[in-house]
């Protein structure tokens, strides 16, 4: 699929770094079942990621998972998901 230093895998690392390109960027999910990954999500016109985001599957199987936006000092994008805990099945 291409070399490693194709303008594609650049702006990925770009993002996984937590600089924003083209309007996106890499978040560092923190606690829940998808605890040390990256979600790569578009930001707003305020410079802000969604406010919350959801994820299914991981260990627990197709629970949905909910996490929002923290502020954070260690991080380069400003940023982390923090987890919430399960969604609920419903809403009503």
């Known amino acids: 699929m291409g070399n490693d230093d194709s ?3 650049k702006t990925i690392d770009r ?5 924003v390109v083209n309007n996106a960027v890499g978040i560092k999910v923190v606690g829940g079942p998808f605890d040390g990954r990256t979600k790569i999500v578009f930001v707003g016109e305020d410079g802000t990621p969604p406010a919350v985001i959801g994820t299914s599957g991981g260990p627990a199987g197709p629970t ?3 996490y929002k936006t923290v502020r954070s000092t260690v991080v380069r994008a400003g940023w982390i998901y ?10 009503s």
Do not use: D, F, Q, V
């Not at 923090?82 to 809403?91: I, L, Q, S, V």
């Open 82 to 91: 923090a987890y919430t805990g399960p969604e609920p099945a419903t809403k």
């Open 15 to 19: 993002w996984l770094s937590g600089e």
């Open 64 to 66: 949905r998972h909910a």
């Open 7 to 9: 303008g594609h895998m």
